[in-house]
């Protein structure tokens, strides 16, 4: 089976997975009108989110956190929180349209993620490595952390951009490579190139010997990538919550933002012992940025409709009519209004 037909399938899953649990009224939600204040969710090993740094500084008031496990796949991370096994999750948004587009239940409520000057993903190649352009990479391997998301929409981009037809972009072979593992696998020659970005990335450039092919942040500049996500049912029946949740996450982008970046890491690292999950904590050091582009991650347009065009040009949405101000609100944002988090 190929593995678009997989992840089509796992989204698929996902919606019918929500449905039924939709259906049979066991989604998490309130009983008897009291709210949920205790959210499960999905981390990341060796990093801190946006959560759970909100979480640590005090702004989620009596909303609790409770941590299930990792992940390293945003598509996976949003179809747990589709079918309920998380209460929300995040994503690449493209990836959130795709999803959205397959009648799943969901609503982005804020940006967590993004391209900029200090936080982007490059597509690295070794230093001796003969590729040096977009059609070198015919018939090469790339790695990239997950199918169907940020990765691979960037690397299509930019072949399409540079002027490879259909069939010669489905000669670049993309291969899913955990992030911690994309350095190694490009050193070893497993991969031709691999996607890396953030701290991981700066740490592979401080061992040296590689060179970047392109970056995001070259091709497309700044702009918010990623948006967390809520089941329509889990807002409806939680209102407050998720407006607590949101509102710290928004004045966490803040502190992250013009807080000095040596007491950020110093309060990443804090935040690592505390939660003892026997972590490497050294790519913390090389962090510089969430890469959020609007004010306490207030969602734009422009960031679905350009996922929009661009996977209808691709194909991907089967004729699909998607809207991008049905997939996102910025109503629990305080920031929207050109205010801030209290």
Known sequence: ????????????????ATTALTGCGSSSGSAGGKEVTELRYQGS???????ELAADLGYLGNVKLKWIGNTISGPQDIQAATTGDTDFGGAFNGAIV????????????????????????????????PIKTARDLIGKKV????????????????????????????????VVVPPVNTEQSVRQKQIDAGALGGTLRDKALAHGGIRPLFTDYQLLGNFTAGSYVFRNDFIKKNPDTVKTFVAGVAKAVEWARTTPRDQVIARFQQILTKRARNEDNT?????????VNGKGGVIEEKEFSTWIDWLKGAGELNGKDVKATDIYTNEFNPYATGGGAA
């Open 45 to 51: 090993v060796g990093a801190v989110t946006l959560p």
């Open 98 to 129: 795709k999803l959205a587009a397959a009648k799943a239940p969901i609503k982005a409520v804020i940006g967590y993620y993004g391209v900029d000057k200090d936080s982007y993903t490059g597509y690295y190649v070794l230093g001796d490595s």
């Open 1 to 16: 089976m190929k593995r678009r037909t997989v992840l089509a399938t796992a989204l698929a899953g996902a919606v019918l």
């Open 283 to 291: 790519q913390l050091q090389f962090w510089k940025s969430y890469g």
């Open 143 to 174: 790695g990239v952390n997950t199918l169907g998301a940020h990765h691979e929409a960037v690397i299509k981009t930019y072949l399409t951009r540079a002027g490879l037809t259909p069939d010669e972009i489905k000669q670049v072979e993309l």
